[in-house]
């Protein structure tokens, strides 16, 4: 069940300001399964899902123990020349490795290796941390930062794309391992979906309504409590520093998204993989690569490559740089449909890392120096590059700025 939360007064209620837009409003009193929402932008102020920290231990033995199996067995395996291949989510990354990229195979290795470990290694932090007496407050704010980059699920769809590719030169059969890494990525949706981070900020460090002037009150972008700083200008309850506005946002999400901007022009011309059949070879840039599936009656998979590598990236810098410019030039018209665009884009970010991991297993199944042989090209690193800077310039943009012209529009009307 839903509300949405009010601007009267209760007994239990409590002020809060929306993470989103600043709104400073009164939050009635919830039960376990409501969820509520901000009157003015509609962001999620309260999540209404929530399990209990016994249950979530026993999902993060659960995914603890999945992973050795998932990581090192074969996912998918490949019969070529009469010689069986399997491909495994470490072999592509060791893969890349080895050819010289590092950087690539690490951005491979957090998403799908790195995040997921310390997913299930902080809850069980969580869990015993807090019978000892230990401080809990890094790991909550890390699990606040950790969500969009556990990228299991687009790991799988990356599966069924390189199987589909190496499709045409061998016969491609699903791997051992396969049944292990379906569970951990359902486990690891599970997990994401039903951690509460507000309720276990009030499980661990409550915190009482401030007294004071409900105008003054700050909202911490870390742990999203509201209320005042305390001598160090830093939130009560999670000790971040707390201000008005994130310092330098605009600065750092200008800068990530030029970047980004600029290493997408090589990633899109260079070629992203190079194949080897029959002693002829064959460069595939991004769009080549879309255009040749579509042509060998993949449409399906190809609109999803398409959308992934192509279009999600293009349509971020599009909508960053129409939120940019709208709040340099203090904008006050269409604010609710600029922060349905901020929040599109911060959900569909992550799957453009989709062709990177059809390149690591690819280069795990038919990387082997025979008749048939695939290689990294140039762009990957370019692409992949720009796909983080692309997150992170989503990040740091504060998008409480969008809303400011909004304040400034009605307080000159109001004067």
């Known amino acids: 069940m839903k509300i949405h939360a009010i601007t009267g ?78 491909a495994s989510l470490l072999e592509g990354i060791w893969q890349i490795n080895s050819q010289g990229d590092p950087i690539t195979a690490s951005m491979v290795a957090f998403c799908t290796l790195g995040a997921p470990l310390t997913l299930a290694l902080s809850l069980l932090y969580l869990r015993f941390g807090h019978r000892y007496g230990m401080n809990l407050r890094p790991v909550l704010l890390m699990l ?13 769809i990356g599966m069924a794309v390189a199987a589909i590719k190496v499709k045409e030169y061998a ?44 105008e003054a009150m ?60 029959s002693g002829a070879r064959i460069d595939d840039t991004i769009f080549s690569g879309v255009v040749s ?13 398409f959308i992934a590598s192509i279009l999600v990236p293009f349509t971020k810098i599009t909508v960053l740089l ?16 600029r922060i349905r665009l901020l929040r599109l884009v911060t959900w569909i970010g992550r799957w453009s890392m989709l062709d990177l991991f059809v390149i690591a297993l690819m280069m795990s199944l038919v990387n082997r ?9 140039p762009a990957a690193f370019y692409f992949g590059s720009a796909v983080i800077l692309t997150l992170l310039a989503v990040k740091w943009l504060d998008s409480r700025l969008i809303w400011d ?8 009307y109001t004067d």
């Open 144 to 156: 606040e930062r950790l969500k969009e980059w556990v990228m299991l699920d687009i790991y799988l």
């Open 9 to 86: 007064s209760g007994s239990k209620a409590r002020y809060q300001r929306c993470c989103e837009c600043d709104l400073l409003f009164i939050l009635p009193p919830l039960t376990k399964n409501q969820a509520a929402y901000c009157p003015r932008c509609h962001a999620k102020i309260v999540h209404g899902h929530d399990w209990p920290m016994s249950r979530l231990t026993a999902m993060a033995v659960t995914m603890l123990l999945l992973m050795p199996f998932a990581f090192t067995g074969p996912l998918i395996s490949i019969r070529l020349l009469d010689t069986r291949i399997n």
């Open 405 to 412: 012209a909004y304040a400034t529009e009605n307080a000159k």
């Open 218 to 277: 700050h909202v911490c972008l870390a742990c999203r409590f509201t209320g005042y700083p305390n001598e160090h200008r830093q939130c009560p309850r999670c000790r971040a520093p707390i201000s008005h506005r994130q310092p330098y946002s605009l600065q750092q999400t200008w800068a990530a998204l030029l970047a980004a901007i600029i290493l997408l022009i090589p990633a899109n011309l260079l070629p992203i993989s190079i194949i080897y059949a």
């Open 369 to 377: 120096d025979q008749l048939l042989s695939f290689t990294m090209g």
């Open 171 to 214: 016969d491609v059969q699903a791997g051992s391992a396969l049944i292990a890494y379906l569970l951990l990525t359902l486990l690891s949706i599970l997990t994401l979906t039903h951690t509460n981070l507000e309720q276990l900020w009030e499980r661990y460090y409550p915190q009482e309504q401030p007294v004071g002037q409900p």
């Open 322 to 337: 129409t939120l940019l410019f709208g709040i340099h030039f203090k904008t006050s018209h269409s604010l609710k449909t």
């Open 293 to 305: 599936l579509a042509t060998s009656g993949n449409a399906p998979v190809a609109a999803i490559v």
